[in-house]
């Protein structure tokens, strides 16, 4: 089994930083791609951003302000969230997907307001 534990979420004031990370632990196997989801209350789920061994893929709200990045020896993924607006209020959710299978954390709330 994968477990996904994340941290970083938290208080900002619009204009503000925050980085989130999320540790994979278990039997990873065939890794395809790790990633950021949200949710804010009233909507559904959605793709942030995107790693694979190739490519990243990012919401078209978050290009510019969002960056996430992996290290494949840590089992690591991060999102480092610049230029923060209320609109990215969410819980924030992390994935990871293998060939055969797909995971979540917990989720971490990001709340931004002044």
């Known amino acids: 089994q994968v477990q996904l534990v994340e941290s970083g979420g938290g208080l900002v004031q619009p204009g503000g930083s925050l980085k989130l990370s999320c540790v994979a632990s278990g039997n990873i196997f065939n890794l395809y791609s790790m990633g950021w989801y949200r949710q804010a209350p009233g909507n559904e789920r959605e793709l942030v951003a995107e790693?694979?061994?190739?490519?990243?893929n990012y919401h078209d709200s978050v290009k510019g302000r969002f960056t996430i990045s992996r290290d494949n020896a840590r089992n690591t993924v991060s999102l480092q969230m610049n230029s923060l607006k209320p609109e990215d209020t969410a819980v924030y959710y992390c994935n990871l997907r293998t060939m055969r299978a797909e995971y979540w954390g917990k989720g971490t709330l990001v709340t931004v307001s002044s």
């Open positions: 790693i694979t061994s190739s490519r990243t």
